[in-house]
C-alpha cells in the first residue's frame, strides 16, 4: 500500500502556474510509478502524467504536453507536476495515483492507490 498526500492546488489566472505535489508513504520505492489524473466536473478522470520512480519512464498526454511537467525527488519521496500556461480547459481535481511495476499505463484503474485529491482552477 501506498499512502499519498498531495498539496498545491488553488486558483490561478490563465498563463499562470502552479505546482502541484504529492508526499508518498510506501514500504518501497525502486518499483514505484507515479501518476497525475485530472477530473472536471460531469467528466471522467483523464490521465495527465507518469513517472517510474527511477526517473527513467515518462509521459506526458498531448493535451498538456509543452505545458506540463512531471518530476520527483527521491530523497523528498515526493512527485511534482509543474503547470505552467495555465488555460481555463485545466480546471479539475487533481489526482496524484501509484502503482507497482515498470509498465507505462495512462488507465486509471490500473493505479490502486490515490491521493485525496487536490482542486486547480484557472480563470479567464
Known amino acids: 500500500q501506498v499512502q499519498l498526500v498531495e498539496s498545491g492546488g488553488g486558483l490561478v489566472q490563465a498563463g499562470g502556474s502552479l505546482k502541484l505535489s504529492c508526499e508518498a508513504s510506501?514500504?518501497?520505492?525502486?518499483?514505484?510509478?507515479m501518476g497525475w489524473f485530472r477530473q472536471a466536473p460531469g467528466k471522467e478522470r483523464e490521465f495527465v502524467a507518469t513517472?517510474?520512480?527511477?526517473?527513467?519512464?515518462?509521459y506526458i498526454a498531448d493535451s498538456v504536453k509543452g505545458r506540463f511537467t512531471i518530476s520527483r525527488d527521491t530523497a523528498k519521496n515526493t512527485a511534482y507536476l509543474q503547470m505552467n500556461g495555465l488555460k481555463p480547459e485545466d480546471t479539475a481535481v487533481y489526482y496524484c495515483?501509484?502503482?507497482?511495476?515498470?509498465?507505462?499505463?495512462?488507465?486509471?484503474?490500473?493505479?490502486?492507490?490515490w491521493g485525496q485529491g487536490t482542486q486547480v482552477t484557472v480563470s479567464s
Open positions: 495515483a501509484a502503482r507497482f511495476g515498470m509498465v507505462l499505463t495512462t488507465t486509471p484503474h490500473a493505479y490502486d492507490n
Open positions: 510506501a514500504r518501497t520505492f525502486s518499483t514505484l510509478r
Open positions: 513517472i517510474h520512480w527511477s526517473g527513467v519512464s515518462t
